[in-house]
């Protein structure tokens, strides 16, 4: 069974810090893993999808990168801002269309 | 270009009753999803739906059904609701699905739905 971790549960940095978020799944028979925000309440934003044959993906501020032997991933936000608040979902696809989400870093960025 | 619509936002229901939730797909999405995110329990698979067939199913029971319209659209049906199954019911959609896909799923708002 399909688990995904992500560390750390939450994060309180000050603005326009890099930080790093983490996230690993134990099965590495993955066809891909995407980044997600969630703002309170709301639905869940896609940010990054990183197939299984690619090393990296980015999009303006973020870098996501995706090691599949070890199991691991990790979310790189440069200069981070207090619009980047909210809470950063992991998740990876196996078979059958199915995606296993982690629990998320819960990310506050103060002024 | 309208996103994924999910109806209601938001539901209130009483132990043993039944509910129908609603979710309209990106504009030429053949595949849906359904997630539940409960309290503490974090996002779950529920459903997947493509071309009106039932494709895979995560590990909810029997009373968690739905069906897809010829026009892609979706239903999640609850029956006999438990207290537990106070949750955020996401629905998501894709352009395709399987192995080979290169495309994310999107996803709509949620349904809230609270079990007194």
């Known amino acids: 069974k399909q688990e995904v971790t992500q560390i750390p549960a939450a994060l309180s940095v000050p603005e326009g810090e890099n930080l790093v978020l983490n996230c690993s799944f134990t099965?590495?028979?993955?066809?891909?893993l995407q980044w997600f925000r969630q703002d309170p309440g709301k639905g869940l934003t896609s940010l990054l999808l990183i197939q299984s044959s690619q090393r990296e993906q980015t999009s303006g501020r973020l870098n996501a990168s995706l090691d599949k032997s070890s199991g691991r991933s990790t979310l790189y936000i440069a200069a981070s801002q207090p619009g980047d608040s909210a809470t950063y979902l992991c998740a990876v696809e196996t078979s059958g269309s199915r995606l296993t989400f982690g629990e998320g870093t819960q990310l506050t960025v103060n002024p | 270009e309208a996103g994924v619509t999910q109806s209601p936002t938001h539901l209130i229901k009483t132990r043993g009753q039944q509910v129908t939730l609603r979710c309209s797909p990106i504009?030429?999405?053949?595949?849906v999803y359904w997630y539940q995110q409960a309290l503490g329990l974090g996002l779950q698979f529920l459903l997947w739906?493509?071309?009106?067939?039932?494709?895979n199913r995560g590990n909810f029971p029997p009373r968690f059904s739905g069906r897809q319209f010829p026009n892609y659209s979706s239903e999640l049906n609850v029956n006999a609701l438990e207290l537990e199954d106070s949750a955020l019911y996401l629905c998501a959609s894709s352009l395709e699905a399987g192995a080979t896909s290169t495309d994310t799923q999107y996803f709509g708002p949620g349904t809230r739905l609270t079990v007194l």
């Open positions: 099965d590495s028979a993955i066809y891909n």
């Open positions: 739906y493509d071309e009106g067939e039932e494709r």
């Open positions: 504009s030429g999405h053949t595949s």
